[in-house]
């Protein structure tokens, strides 16, 4: 029992740093374009996909980097990887919203709720296994104290 909260209580510290991690990430990229940013509209060319291992815990569910192709306001076309990995496959050809940097338009990310399932996926996750980890603390004090009485 011990070894069971030990592993969730480790796996939700991994989560809540990962997400805070790409949420950091997120808003440092939100903040480095500032209110000049550029709006576009960007197509998927490819995706990479990427596993993070957590070590003996196992690997997370793959993530989607999608690779993203945009013309720029002097209509150069431009194409950039998305720092924010998606749970879901975007597939190619589907059409994304960008803001970029008019003066460094590799300086892009994609704009608005895309990119943001990874977030929601691992926030439900964290969400759900504090709950078993409260929820077996409960359990192992309830059993705890039965075998006192």
Known sequence: MLQFVLTAVFVVGCLA???IHYRRQAAA???ALGPSAARTTGTIVS???RVLDLGPQGPLPPLNFPVVR???AAGQPVTFQSAIGWTRAPKAGQSVKVAYDPADPQNARLDGHEGRSF???????LVFLAFVVVLGLAVAAFL??????
Do not use: P, R
């Not at 977030?119 to 996750?125: G, M, N």
């Not at 705890?144 to 009485?149: E, N």
């Open 17 to 19: 740093y990962i997400v």
């Open 29 to 31: 990229s939100h903040a």
């Open 47 to 49: 995706v990479q996909t």
């Open 70 to 72: 945009f013309q720029d």
């Open 119 to 125: 977030h929601v996926a691992a926030t439900v996750a």
């Open 144 to 149: 705890y104290q039965a075998v006192q009485h």
